[in-house]
């Protein structure tokens, strides 16, 4: 299966199961995302033990049994959305996702916003909750004209200066 642009998912695939660990790190994660095609549906399982993502480049912990996202011992909790979105990308770090195809795994059942434009509010008020509780620069990207990706390496946030002369 490939992930030509306009191609769309398979209907009647049938459904993998993937079962979490408790502790997943970023070399787990590399795994999985190799094991998983572009337009394969999975259902992801998470054990009654906290799933927490890990990445050793990166200082940022996803939990997914609490939905909170960690750093340095801060905690942010952020929206529903914005953490299935974020969660959502993480588990297939560094591949590049239309806003559609994110609307369609996120939002799955529940009534779906017309256009990917909510995708983009959604990452973006995240995206600040993160810089400014966790002090981190946002793992989600932007690429240019493909979509949005969860990047495995920090970017160092800058703080803004004003008292600067």
Known sequence: ????????????????????????????????????????????????????LEFPEHPLEINADNYTLTSRGKVLEPQ?????????????????????????????????PKDGHAVSIHCSVLGQQILDVLGLASPIRNVRGRGLKFVRKPVVAQASNDNED
């Open 80 to 112: 529903p959305v914005g953490f299935n979105i974020i969660l959502f990308l993480a588990l297939r770090a560094d591949k590049v996702f239309r806003k559609e195809e994110i609307m369609e795994h996120v939002w799955k059942d529940r009534k779906k």
């Open 1 to 52: 299966m490939t992930g030509l642009p306009g191609e769309t998912p398979p209907v009647e695939a049938e459904m993998r199961t993937l079962t979490l660990p408790r502790v997943i790190s970023g070399a787990h994660l590399k795994l999985i995302s190799l094991g998983v095609e572009r337009f394969e549906m999975v259902n992801l399982v998470i054990p009654e033990e906290p799933a927490i």
